[in-house]
């Protein structure tokens, strides 16, 4: 019980900035809109995964975000791929696919409600996205809350790691409202990392960590 | 770490008091009853602001819950008014309250927690009829959750789980853990979710509605049907006005196969019920029973069947409730676990509503007729959308 766990990887997305381990990975000075900034990401991540395209905007985001947090980093050869665990929180559920799908089936002389859509209209999608990219296996939570909740996220993976019900995490919050966005996750693991990240140090999983990366003017 | 029995050395999580709405009725002894006497709630409902075409639905009588939530509200809440509570946010209300009325008032203090388990919470507000509502900020899950909370006094903020169809039995995982870990004394789950238009057109649109009451794991069964449902249930570390039944293992896997389809072989979900039961530190042959999700659809109880056979339980018997109250989405987790642990306390297993004939590719010991025989340690899983299964050990002491 309570082993002191640690962030080994953390990143930041925002219409603005785009953070890795506190190094600016890029500073967006023209934001047009999410569907022209979340295909520049895909870009500037160079990977090729064409189920990509038929995502809702909160699983692009944070499937990006989770290919970002990943890359040059050898966590998913350090584990099985059923002791890595999922944690992910936001603040409007899946509302920004809702009022999509509601679209189709507001007007009954325009009818035209699609697969496609509907399954969007859960939050853990995005948590299947990952799972499905990377061959994750292991826990899996989605959480909803007013804010970032750093105790709540990390009461959560705690209960998960603690008791070995995983060995490692892939936990934040991804949030997208129209054109309201912010992605913030973490790679939580039992042991330090020094050498994967280039960091002075691994930062312990704590509240005070988490709250600093995410108050921090970038 | 590795392979010490969890369950022995942290403290045991009972549970303490449970609640049940759906069509059947308003508290787990009506419900319970109507279970007993066999008789499915599906209606069939040509009401098109909830559905385009007729539908078996299982709806929760509007007048009684009401006329319920009325009472509750003179009560404790007075200078309210109905209008600002929505139907589901009503629902949580009578079933929390009904869970709770025995229970002491420090239920609701700083060593206690509500969870809150829902697919789609208030989603109904969405609609062209609802735009005067109070409050349109309650669409947000943890808005809805804040003011259930705060109805009852609850002092710590909840906390919301939406997991599609596992959420239920996530959040009874969570519950336990939590309480294992010493985090809180009692933690109060409640799961529910409302019929709206908004996600019968989905399962629509998703060809996976059956035109007549579902089949559970029948050769004949074509697609689920939904049910609206409410429940709650309260875990405690005390086993002073508990039940002798335990949470002892839970665990949460992801198929990483597919967002709409479950998993082609079933291993994902056999691995969480290995995984939940060697927590409990049980062998499969001390499971007398299984309540499973079986929605009905094809892909589904196959999954499940072969998921059982991997794990060992292909001769358990097993059911599905949703031939009852059909699929409750956040609900179904938390009101079938109840119905299970029913089965425990009362040692009588019900029969699978909607199976006739055997159609999985494992024949299963599907239970045929209602009978009264010992059950001691019980397992309930679930699938959803997005890949997800999980999986939760009930002990009787």
Redesign the interface.
Known sequence: ?NEILFITQWNIIRKDTGVRNEKVEFNNEIYVNFAAFIKALYKKEAISYPKFYKMDNLSKLGFLSAEMLLKDTAFLDRYK??EIG?VIMN???S?DT??T??ET??DKSN?F???SV??Y?????L???I??R?????????????LFDPG?VI??V??IL????AQACLCGWVEVLGENFESVLFLVEKEKTLKENNLADDSPFTIESLTQFYQHKY | ??DFV?GKM?RPVYIAGDNIITSLGFTTSEVIQRLESGIPGFQRCDDRLLT?TPLPLSLIKTDILNAKFRDILVMHHPEMREEQFTRLERMFIVSIHDALTEIAPEIYGSNSLLIISS???N?DL?E?GKKNFTDPGR?????M??VIGSFFGFVNRP??????C?SGV?ALS?AA??I??G?YDHVVVAGGDILS??VI??????QALSPDPCKPFDIARNGLSLGEGCGTVLLSSEFKKSTSITVSGS??????????GPSRTGE?LA?AIG?ALK?AGMNPDEVSYVSAHGTATLYNDEMESKALEIAGLQNTPVNSFKGYWGHTLGAAGVIESIATLRSMVNNYLFRSAGFNEPGLPVLLNVIRENVQIPVQNCLKIAS?????NAAIVFRKM
């Open positions: 019980m791929k059923e999922v603040s409007s559920s509302l809702d009022r799908y509601n089936i507001k009818y409600p699609s697969p509907f399954v209209t859960l939050p853990n999608i948590i299947g996205e799972c499905i990377h061959k994750i296996k292991g826990e899996n939570a989605f959480l909803v809350s007013a709540k009461e959560s705690k209960l603690d008791k070995d019900h | 770490m590795g969890i942290m385009p697919t789609k919470g989603i969405l062209e669409i947000y899950l943890w808005k959750a804040d906390l919301v789980i939406s997991n599609a596992i996530l969570t853990r939590m294992e870990a985090r238009e908004f057109s989905g399962f629509l649109s998703f665990s949460v896997t992801n198929d990483a196969n597919h967002i709409s994902e691995m995984k927590e959803g959308f997005g890949g997800c």
